[in-house]
């Protein structure tokens, strides 16, 4: 079980934006693909969106396409989350994870090859 940890989250205003970061403190990210996943109260897991370890493959949920960028800087060892146009339907508390031998599209929808998760990190869009 690798550790990951997520930060970034907050309250938003509707149309606001924020980002998330995901940091491994003990290992490097460079050999993993990453998800950010969210879970609403009473509501499935959804995968949001997906990078492989080189950056070079995404995967955006028809939710947050569009709205969402996902990228990742392997010399800081962190994989980032930008939220734009935030809506009532995006609060959740969001998740990142560890991925390996799957698509990203695998990773999201399937959760595929996964084997660590964070903490997570509590997203609030309310006027």
């Known amino acids: 079980q690798l550790q990951l940890v997520e930060s970034g989250g907050g309250l938003v205003q509707p149309g606001g934006s924020l980002r998330l970061s995901c940091a491994a403190s003990?290992?490097?990210?460079?050999?993993?693909?990453i998800g950010w996943f969210r879970q609403a109260p009473g509501e499935e897991r959804e995968g949001v969106s997906c990078?492989?370890?080189?950056?070079?493959?995404?995967y955006y949920a028809d939710s947050v396409k569009g709205r969402f960028t996902i990228s990742r800087d392997n010399a800081k060892n962190k994989v980032y989350l930008q939220m734009n146009s935030l809506k009532p339907k995006d609060p959740a508390v969001y998740y990142c994870?560890?991925?390996?031998?799957?698509?990203?599209?695998?990773?999201?929808?399937?959760?595929?090859?996964?084997?660590?998760w964070g903490q997570g990190t509590q997203v609030t869009v309310s006027s």
């Open positions: 994870a560890a991925a390996k031998l799957a698509t990203v599209q695998a990773i999201c929808t399937m959760t595929r090859g996964v084997h660590s």
């Open positions: 990078i492989s370890s080189s950056g070079g493959s995404t």
């Open positions: 003990e290992f490097t990210l460079d050999y993993y693909a």
